[in-house]
């Protein structure tokens, strides 16, 4: 079974430094991970997809199959980044787009 | 387009009470999901419907049936609620893109059970 781990259940910065929220993962066989966001008051969204190879919102984050890690990075934190992260993982084939959620962390900007 | 509804937003019930969490989505999306979030656990799937016809337990289905009415609906009953079921619940639904899934999530249900 496919596990998602986030170590930090907060994290906090200042405005202009970068941050970086940590996702570990374990599964066998070759999976697709996701970063999902839930700012105040609005319901969850997808941020990015490491299959994609996009930068959302200044964001990135780069699939590490060696060490099975999907860390979520932005070089310059601003205030609207506080939110709620959730990294998570779909095993592919027939599990019908289910997906494995981490613990998720909190991230606050401070000013 | 009002994406994943759901309803109510906010319940209070007593321990040993029922009700029936409603959840519609209006993308025409073959998958729904159940989801259950908790401080310090994320989110743990409670059941899914990959399609219209058919649903599936998840990790924690314990507690709870769900119905598939249709392809816009997918319900989530609780039979017998407990203390150990409070909790905010998610209703999602996703479609397939380039080669992966991604879902769209309601606003939540936020449960408390006394």
């Known amino acids: 079974a496919q596990r998602v781990t986030q170590p930090e259940k907060l994290l906090s910065v200042f405005k202009g430094a970068p941050v970086e929220l940590k996702c570990n993962y374990s599964?066998?066989?070759?999976?697709?991970l996701f970063w999902y966001v839930q700012y105040s008051r609005q319901r969850l969204q997808l941020l990015l997809r490491?299959?994609s190879r996009e930068s959302i919102k200044g964001f990135t984050a780069d699939l590490n199959k060696g060490e099975t890690s999907f860390h979520l990075k932005k070089p310059f934190a601003q205030e609207e980044d506080s939110a709620m992260y959730y990294c998570?993982?779909?095993?592919?084939?027939?599990?019908?787009?289910?997906?494995?959620f981490g613990q998720g962390t909190i991230l606050t900007v401070h000013p | 387009n009002a994406g994943v509804t759901q309803t109510p937003k906010f319940q209070v019930l007593k321990t040993g009470q029922s009700m029936t969490l409603q959840c519609a989505q209006d993308?025409?999306?073959?998958?729904m999901y159940w989801y259950r979030q908790d401080p310090g656990m994320g989110l743990r799937l409670i059941y899914y419907?990959?399609?219209?016809?058919?649903?599936d337990k998840g990790e924690v289905p314990n507690g709870y049936n769900v119905s598939r009415l249709n392809k816009r609906e997918f319900s989530l009953r609780l039979e017998s609620a407990a203390p150990s079921q409070t909790s905010v619940y998610f209703c999602?639904?996703?479609?397939?893109?380039?080669?992966?899934?991604?879902?769209?999530f309601g606003p939540g249900t936020r449960l408390t059970v006394t």
């Open positions: 490491h299959i």
């Open positions: 998570a993982l779909w095993a592919g084939g027939t599990s019908y787009g289910k997906l494995t």
């Open positions: 993308m025409n999306h073959n998958s």
């Open positions: 599964y066998s066989g070759s999976p697709e």
């Open positions: 999602a639904s996703s479609r397939l893109r380039a080669l992966s899934y991604e879902q769209y």
């Open positions: 419907s990959a399609s219209e016809g058919t649903t």
